[in-house]
């Protein structure tokens, strides 16, 4: 059974509180992204350990294994993201359709234990390299693929952001 898939901008999420999560990311220092990410970690160790792991709440939504694998893929995406800011003048980000992602790959399907183990790994790296970021890298640039301007902070921001609100997505 497939997910519509989601279209909506969330770009705005970088420059304002989220009203869904009430996360506003828009707050976070440089300093603080890696640490955001960390802090999500606790959440997702219970959630993979539950019994209903593999249960879509309704069938437009994803089960808590769908969206654990989706944030395990989100800090890779947003590492290669940042590895190409500080590597090269304004890059353009290669697409990532998340809908697809979760179809090709079989979230659904996936060992819940390896989501895990997967995801805590993506996550130190993502979170290791904000860490090492120079405040002065903070406003390189670069460009989504559908035209979304990005400095290193804000995509910090932007993922920060998306962390936090798929554990708000999980938390029943």
Sequence with gaps: MSI????????WVIEQECPDCGFNASLLTL??????ARAQLPHWREVLTREDVRERPNPGVWSALEYAAHVRDVHKVML???NLMLTQDNPGFPNWDQDEAAETGNYAAQDPQQVLADLEANAEEFAAAYDAVEPTHAD????RSNGSHFTV????RYAAHDLVHHVWDTRN
Excluded at 31 to 36: E, L, P, R, S
Excluded at 140 to 143: E, H, K
């Design 80 to 82: 290669g993201r940042l």
């Design 31 to 36: 300093d603080q992204i890696g640490d955001t």
């Design 4 to 11: 519509t898939p989601d279209t909506k901008d969330w770009t």
């Design 140 to 143: 390189r640039t670069g460009l």
């Design 153 to 156: 902070l804000t995509l910090g």
